[in-house]
């Protein structure tokens, strides 16, 4: 595994330069497949050697180089079989029936531990992660930002939870706001209760936009609108029934679509939730004396550090009422106090970059240390992500699309012929494709969205990705019964083959990069050369298992 063999350089370091190997075992890398200039399989840079002690500050770097290579090269072992030096760098080839022998040990004895069990990932905090993401609202659009937030956050998750932290998984709903005092005069008016039924979040949105309409020239729903909202915030029974139905009826859509996604949360929240224990966090914030009344009315936090407000948050509008990043601030508290995370994890598009920045803020200034810990995963927009029927309105939109146009594309091609349920397949290769088309840049960028290019059957896409699965799951199928033990390594020597072990020996640190920076970038690309390894040479994984 890559352990065995960052540990075997780690323990030839240590002997020639004096220190203990787990100081070199962070500074050893594999070298990438795609930078091979060398036959060279782990590296280490002279500059990181100096960095951390082990060779000293002074002298020419290259003459340094040149003579740690010397003396490595004559330390070396059986795993070890040569070193060299580049520029600045030292260059390590392992043994490549070894290198073999140990990646396909490792990966048939414990395939789930592969990576993510390395040494190299000891130093990742573990803990309680609380990871909020998706996040939508009620009766409104689920956006293109929503769909990012849904893949990013579970992306983040799931990696965090194979890194053996414990993971909780939080969608906290829009489900509170003047826009529930339009929806509930909306329904009162044009609502129908089988509709809502039959289709939820059709209903609620077409109530909604069609009340915004009606209310943009009519005074008197403006005002059914701001009484209804008042009858809410008063916790009237009957306006309070409907808004429960809302929401109960919304999650119960959005947990079936989901699933269709393979997402799922361990708690449904919202700002509604929340909303009662605002007044909590502005008693807090008054005892810390940290509130403060504007000539406005509004009620602020001071966030210039010079006490001057030329940067500040305003947690009560003047009427009043709470905002957002109150029920934000009441939010975190609760749940730091309810799950006791070690680290708490936002996911929403850049607009809300100051929004988070400001919480973060606030909760400090409350004394709150653990904030240091919480953290927004901000990414970019993304434009023209639409249907046939239009601009995205639902999630469910979006899949149904995914599946049509991936369908299409298989009805095309022969391969279609030969499958059992080629509706869920579309559906499964769709959605694979889009998230691997989201996730092949940084996060931040925006993009413009196009079908026909995340769907390629070629190239870098989701599409071949799944094909490679695929046929590697039937190759494992055909050979379940025979066993590793009788496995002969000895035709993966070639260069080819070797390059995927390679790559292979690269899986922890890329791993790494990915938990470090939460960016998922670095997994894919990692899986879509794989995938280019691998189809450039099959036969590397046709192993000769038993002489067969
Ligand atoms: N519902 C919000 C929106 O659609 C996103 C919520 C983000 N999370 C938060 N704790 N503010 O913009």
């Given at each position: ?469 695929a046929r590697l799951c039937s190759l494992l199928r055909r050979h379940a ?57 099959t036969?590397?994984f046709k192993l ?5």
């Open positions: 595994m890559a352990c065995f063999f960052r540990r075997c350089v780690a323990l030839q370091l240590a002997e020639v330069c004096g220190l203990s190997e787990d100081v070199f075992i962070p500074l050893i890398s594999a070298v990438p497949v795609s930078q091979k200039q060398s036959a060279a399989d782990l590296r280490v840079s002279v500059n990181s050697l100096r960095q951390n002690g082990a060779v000293a500050a002074d002298g020419d770097l290259q003459s340094k180089t040149q003579a740690l290579a010397n003396q490595l090269q004559m330390k070396r072992g059986a795993v070890v079989e040569e070193v060299s030096a580049g520029r600045g760098v030292i260059h390590f080839r392992l043994n490549r029936p070894i290198l073999a022998q140990k990646l396909l040990e490792q990966l048939c004895s414990e395939p789930d531990g592969f990576g993510v069990k390395s040494e190299l990932l000891r130093h990742l905090q573990g803990g309680r992660t609380l990871v909020e993401f998706s996040s939508p609202n009620i009766a409104k659009k689920f956006h293109a930002g929503h769909l990012r937030s849904t893949i990013i956050g579970n992306f983040i998750a799931n990696l965090k939870k194979a890194l053996g932290n414990e993971v909780i998984r939080v969608n906290y709903l829009g489900d509170w706001g003047m826009q529930f005092g339009l929806l509930g005069a909306g329904f009162e008016r044009s609502g129908s209760q089988e509709k809502l039924r039959t289709q939820p979040l059709e209903h609620l949105f077409e109530v909604y936009v069609q009340v915004n309409r009606e209310a943009e020239c009519d005074e008197s729903v403006r005002s059914a609108a701001a009484e209804f909202f008042r009858r809410l915030e008063r916790g009237e029974d009957q306006a309070l029934a409907l808004w429960r139905q809302f929401r109960e009826i919304t999650v119960d859509e959005y947990k079936r679509i989901y699933q269709r996604l393979g997402v799922h949360f361990d708690h449904y929240s919202g700002e509604a939730f929340h909303q009662h224990q605002t007044q909590n966090v502005l008693d807090e914030l008054m005892t810390r004396g940290l509130l403060k009344t504007t000539e406005k009315g509004t009620a602020v936090v001071d966030l210039s550090g010079a006490g001057d407000l030329s940067s500040y948050a305003t947690l009560v509008r003047s009427d009043g009422t709470s905002l957002y990043i109150t029920r934000d601030v009441a939010a975190a508290l609760d749940r730091k106090q309810r799950f006791g995370f070690d680290e708490m994890i936002y996911v929403t598009d850049k607009s809300q970059t100051v929004h988070f920045r400001q919480l973060f803020h606030i909760l400090l200034a409350m004394g709150h240390q653990w904030a240091e810990r919480c953290v927004h995963v901000a990414f970019g927009l993304v434009q023209g992500m639409s249907t046939r029927r239009g601009e995205v309105v639902f999630l469910e939109d979006v899949l149904e699309e995914a599946r049509s146009r991936m369908l299409n594309n298989m009805r095309q091609s022969s391969t279609s012929k030969e499958l059992e349920e080629p509706e869920q397949t579309a559906e499964r290769v769709g959605i694979s494709a889009l998230i691997v088309q989201d996730f092949r840049g940084p996060l931040m960028s925006d993009y413009k969205f196009d079908w026909d290019k995340v769907l390629q059957a070629h190239g870098d896409t989701g599409v071949f990705l799944q094909y490679t699965h019964r025979e066993t590793y033990s009788c496995c002969d390594v000895s035709p993966l020597v070639d260069s080819r083959s070797v390059s995927v072990l390679q790559h292979l020996l690269r899986y922890d640190e890329v791993l790494l990069q990915s938990a470090n920076e939460l960016q998922p970038r670095h997994l894919v690309n990692f899986l879509l050369t794989l995938r280019y390894r691998h189809v450039s040479h036969e590397c000769r298992v038993g002489g067969g």
